[in-house]
């Protein structure tokens, strides 16, 4: 079995410890407390070896750092992404300025993880917001071709997700093992 650290960074309230809990429990909480600290969870997914002449399956763990994202945590953040195999850099696709801040999350990474290893997966949460046949009720702040673009010129994986209604949420970890297999 493989076992790889991951690491949830954002601003507050875009989702992150909703979309650990729709991956880890299968289950969606409205009223979720803002994070203290930082909270650990663990979760394995399978992946297919293709490579290999007899096909197997292969059983991933993640060691799952869920972060606070409140500015008062700020300083904590090193501690739990030192060493990560990988970063999940959550923004609200309603909220642009937390697109700013998942910016500086990415840049901050770049800057202190010198190992070039490090599988980066931008998230715009909370796509259920988003009606695609009611002008009056679209809530998006911030175009999935803008967040695209970004990821694409900074090597990101993308994808936008929602922790409400669980779509995309298991791809993002799938997506991530095995790109950390194939590294
Ligand atoms: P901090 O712990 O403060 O950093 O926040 P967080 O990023 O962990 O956000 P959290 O998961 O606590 O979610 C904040 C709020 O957004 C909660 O009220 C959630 O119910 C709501 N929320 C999270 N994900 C979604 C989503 O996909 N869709 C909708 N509509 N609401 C969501
Ligand atoms: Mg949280």
């Given at each position: 079995?493989?076992?790889?650290?991951?690491?949830?960074?954002?601003?507050?309230?875009?989702?992150?410890?909703?979309?650990?809990?729709?991956?880890?429990?299968?289950?969606?909480?409205?009223?979720?407390?803002?994070?203290?600290?930082?909270?650990?969870?663990?979760?394995?997914?399978?992946i297919?070896?293709?490579?290999?002449?007899?096909?197997?399956?292969i059983?991933?763990?993640?060691?799952?750092?869920?972060?606070?994202?409140?500015?008062?945590?700020?300083?904590?953040?090193?501690?739990?992404?030192?060493?990560?195999?990988?970063?999940?850099?959550?923004?609200?696709?309603?909220?642009?300025?937390?697109?700013?801040?998942?910016?500086?999350?990415?840049?901050?990474?770049?800057?202190?993880?010198?190992?070039?290893?490090?599988?980066?997966?931008?998230?715009?949460?909370?796509?259920?917001?988003?009606?695609?046949?009611?002008?009056?009720?679209?809530?998006?702040?911030?175009?999935?071709?803008?967040?695209?673009?970004?990821?694409?010129?900074?090597?990101?994986?993308?994808?936008?997700?929602?922790?409400?209604?669980?779509?995309?949420?298991?791809?993002?970890?799938?997506?991530?093992a095995?790109?950390?297999?194939?590294?």
């Amino acid at each position: 079995m493989l076992q790889f650290k991951l690491v949830l960074l954002g601003d507050s309230s875009v989702g992150k410890s909703s979309i650990v809990n729709r991956f880890v429990k299968d289950s969606f909480d409205e009223f979720r407390e803002s994070t203290i600290g930082a909270a650990f969870l663990s979760q394995t997914v399978t992946i297919n070896d293709n490579d290999s002449d007899v096909a197997q399956e292969i059983t991933v763990k993640f060691e799952i750092w869920d972060t606070a994202g409140q500015e008062r945590y700020k300083s904590l953040a090193p501690m739990y992404y030192r060493n990560a195999n990988a970063a999940l850099v959550v923004y609200d696709i309603t909220q642009a300025d937390s697109l700013e801040k998942a910016r500086s999350w990415v840049q901050e990474l770049k800057n202190k993880v010198d190992d070039d290893s490090l599988v980066i997966y931008l998230v715009g949460n909370k796509i259920d917001l988003v009606s695609n046949n009611n002008d009056d009720q679209d809530k998006r702040a911030v175009e999935r071709s803008v967040a695209e673009t970004y990821a694409e010129e900074n090597n990101l994986l993308f994808s936008e997700v929602s922790a409400k209604t669980g779509e995309g949420i298991k791809q993002v970890f799938q997506s991530i093992a095995e790109n950390l297999y194939q590294i």
